[in-house]
């Protein structure tokens, strides 16, 4: 349920802060594991956000130095 409603609120941002990167790279099991012991969704995405940002950071990098 609350990789449901996780996965809800990362379609709602789908443009923001790397929540697209969960939706099109992450299986159920791997949002799971990630947010295991969380007991509400906004626990789940504070530690999702945690999860993302680097990688967001990272791709956000490479965009900017690529050459078009």
Do not use: F
């Not at 990167?21 to 159920?28: F, G, K, Y």
């Amino acid at each position: 349920m609350l990789v449901n409603q996780l996965k809800s609120h990362a379609v709602d941002n789908y443009t923001s802060n790397g929540w697209d990167i969960m939706i099109e790279t992450m299986s159920d099991e791997d949002i799971q594991d990630i947010i295991s012991g969380c007991a509400d969704l906004n626990s789940a995405i504070e530690v999702m956000a945690d999860y993302l940002q680097p990688i967001h950071e990272h791709r956000e990098e490479i965009i900017a130095t690529a050459s078009w």
